[in-house]
């Protein structure tokens, strides 16, 4: 908020946005020079993908509004963001242990009306199935949110002093194993003839990150 303005707002915020697009493709490669002729190769790593397998996760949590925290009247507002804390792979099966964090802006139950807003973290813990999938090898996981319902879970003269949360997540995990291969990339020397796929490889060579800083000016 600005001094002496207190309708007027000051805003700024940094972004940091990365974005990568992939395919991931099935190619056949020979892996051993014909007789008779010379091959150029050359060393490259893949990830192997063994399986891939979505699951819609339901999680449900019903909670205390904090005792320093008015009681809700109405719920304006809801948020939620997901982190993955850890990923365990078994014989065809994914677990994913993750945190959920959701930020409530509710109207409080008071003469004034104030505005509130209140945070509530569950864990949650749940398998896909990934058929391919055994232990030791890495896995790669994707949480979205589909879908984030508030609503109060107990009333007591007009006033919610609980509230209820459902979360349905959708998970996609994937198996890999990294595979270092020898792929020829040249035939000569011989009558046979190559047919040869264009591959791009990931290889990082570099990196490097910008901010980007946004800012305005708004009234209420």
Known sequence: RRTGHPRDFDVAAVLEVSAKITEVMDVDIV????SGCTCETEDITVDNVMGTGKRQVMISDIFDVP???PPVEKVLDSDVKVEVNNTRVLRNKVIVDGTATITILY???????PVHSMHRSFKFSDFVEVRGAESGMDVKVDVMVESLQVDPASLSANMCLRLRADLVLSITASAVEPRRVE?????????????????????????NSNQVVIKDTFET
């Open 107 to 113: 109207v409080g139950a008071l003469p004034d009306q």
């Open 183 to 207: 792929a020829i990339t040249d035939v000569s020397g011989c009558e046979v003839e190559a047919t040869f796929t264009t591959l791009k490889v990931d290889s990082l060579v570099g990196e």
């Open 67 to 69: 005792h320093e925290k």
């Open 31 to 34: 892996m051993e020079c014909p």
